[in-house]
């Protein structure tokens, strides 16, 4: 097959971004025509966006079209070639360990996913060789996925005589009457969203032993065809299987089962009991605050984590143990707009741990904790500008609550305090997945509350919202989550109903994304993935939960701890 440059009248062409046109046979993959360019772009080609909809390298061109490479250092490309490499885990080791049941669990962020085996014993060290071993030679075979698209009921089939109950479970609440398959070595699967288009793409992966399981290692997009060294992750991987234990008091061990208990009428027990155990967790840690005799409260956590929530509903676990903390918002702390420090890109860096005024911070709580009365700064976001605040004034052993995505950082409070810092990591940690294969990427369930939140608060449309996600995103891997670790707890503040709450609201805003924005796609996506949830009405949450944050109407958005201020602005 011949494709050039310059198409002649009997070819079709395919335009890149940069205006080149490459040409050859109608009917050719689009995989065919960026073979040629592939040696241009900054990581390897994994799928393609044509004519502004994202499809497979197999996918045929018909007609003149405009053509934008999806790579592995892109969010998609990521994304596709991390499900097309836990496929393939998942084929091999059915071969090797036909009565073994894997489990893909959890993210880690050195670039990985936590795996669980059961029906067997945990894999051994020679378990896992043995597979990596037969993954690398499927890769070094370069075996095609054959996609094929499957009447439902006869994927219910398949899976019902495989005994794979949490897929019939899933698919029996699905609209479509087809579901697009993939298949290798004679088995094949259900993978929610795009693949490569053969094993040979899939050459960079390991897997690791951890305590209870294993993690399948791929690059990050920073470093596309590399592995990163694996970090250690204790109270990561403790925060997920208090998780699992979560769901397994629920009896919902993933979204068919959700599903299920919704259309059955179990709702309010879903609610009352997921919420009931955010309150014991909550309960235990405000305990943990008493004991330690901690003056300060750090508290810090990625965007749409649900942490002004926490930590409001934290300081009223405190005030029933007689402990009134007073809230230090660390925003006031800016320092003038005009002399942010610019980040890589030269644009003011806001989310820079330099944009705060760390000497002041620091003279502040030397005063505050020694009970010396102090004016606090106040940050005039319209003017960029700091001003004068409310005075304030300790009481004898008042702690301090510090909310902010620095909250983990040691540089954000002096080594003399230190020591009595207690300190909290909140985010959604971890989400019921759709079945033990498919996991549900806790990203998105932060952008979909982002998404209802925005339109809410800041009259922020969808594409808006998505527009700004990959900025975001960029500062919690360089702020936050390489400090996470250094949490005294972490606080998983995701909730087993929350996207079927949420669904109702973010489904409509989804849908006015224009087809012709760059964020169609993203859009598109997040729409595929809440078809498969059941819709939750917003009125059987409580009014103190972390998704009022996002749905609107929480009980705690003008909760105020009135103890230490002395008066207002002077």
């Not at 106040?378 to 409310?390: C, I, L, Q, S, V």
């Not at 936050?480 to 609201?505: C, G, H, R, T, W």
């Amino acid at each position: 097959m011949n494709f050039r440059i310059v198409p002649s009248p009997a070819e079709v062409g395919l335009v890149l971004p940069d205006g080149r046109t490459l040409s050859g046979p109608r009917g050719a993959a689009v995989g065919e025509f960026l073979r040629q360019v592939e040696a241009d772009f900054s990581a390897p080609i994994v799928a393609a966006i044509i004519n502004n909809e994202i499809h497979e390298l197999t996918y045929r061109i018909e007609i003149e079209s405009k053509c934008r490479p999806v790579t592995m250092d892109s969010a998609d490309g990521a994304r596709i070639y991390r499900r097309s490499l836990v496929f393939l885990l998942e084929m091999v080791f059915t071969d090797l360990f036909p009565n073994g049941r894997l489990f893909i669990d959890h993210s880690v962020s050195s670039g990985g996913f936590y795996c669980e085996v059961a029906g067997r014993a945990a894999l051994t060290s020679a378990d896992l060789d043995a597979l990596k071993a037969a993954m690398k030679k499927h890769v070094q075979q370069d075996l095609l996925f054959e996609r094929k698209e499957v009447p439902i009921q006869q994927a219910v089939e398949y899976f019902k005589q495989r005994g794979e109950t949490d897929k019939v479970r899933l698919f029996a609440h699905r609209r479509k009457d087809y579901l697009t398959m993939y298949l290798l070595n004679g088995k094949m699967d259900y993978m929610h969203g795009y693949m490569v288009p053969s094993t040979g793409y899939l050459r960079w992966f390991d897997l690791r032993p951890v305590e209870g399981g294993f993690i399948l290692q791929f690059p990050r997009r920073h470093a596309p065809t590399q592995l990163e060294p694996m970090g250690h992750y204790p109270k990561l991987i403790s925060a997920f299987r208090q998780y699992g234990d979560w769901l397994e008091t629920l009896d919902i061990g993933n979204v068919g089962a959700l599903n299920d208990a919704i259309q059955f009428g179990r709702a309010d027990e879903l609610i009352l009991v997921s919420e009931a155990l955010h309150e014991q967790h909550l309960a235990d840690i405000a305990q943990q605050i008493v004991q330690n005799q901690s003056r300060i409260i750090l508290l810090a956590g990625p965007s749409s984590s649900g942490k002004t929530t926490t930590s409001r509903r934290l300081a009223i676990r405190l005030l029933a143990r007689g402990i009134s903390p007073f809230p230090l918002e660390l925003d006031h702390y800016f320092i003038d707009r005009d002399q942010t420090p610019p980040g890589e890109d030269g644009k003011p860096d806001f989310e820079a741990i330099e944009a705060l005024d760390l000497k002041l911070l620091a003279e502040d709580l030397e005063r505050l904790l020694n009970g010396v009365r102090i004016h606090l700064p106040y940050y005039n976001f319209k003017t960029g500008k700091r001003e004068a605040g409310d005075a304030i004034q300790l009481k004898e052993g008042q702690p301090l609550i510090l909310e902010g995505i620095h909250g983990l950082n040691p540089r954000l409070i002096p080594d003399r305090w230190a020591g009595s810092a207690f300190r909290i990591y909140v985010s959604a940690l971890t989400q019921i997945n759709l079945d033990r294969h498919n996991r549900v990427s806790t990203t998105d369930t932060r952008l979909i509350r982002r998404i209802v939140r925005d339109a809410r608060d800041r009259g922020y449309s969808a594409t808006q919202t998505i527009s700004r996600w990959e900025s975001v995103r960029r500062g919690e891997k360089r702020h936050i989550f390489p400090f996470q670790e250094y949490a005294d707890i972490m606080f998983n503040s995701a909730l087993v109903y929350e996207l079927s709450v949420l669904k109702p609201l973010a489904e409509p805003l989804l849908r006015q994304v224009e087809h012709r924005s760059p964020e169609f796609i993203e859009a598109r996506r997040l729409l595929a993935f809440l078809e498969w949830f059941l819709p939750l009405e917003a009125s059987h949450v409580p009014t103190n939960s972390i998704v009022k944050e996002f749905l609107g109407g929480s009980g705690l958005k003008d909760f105020k701890i009135w103890r230490g201020y002395l008066g207002d602005n002077p």
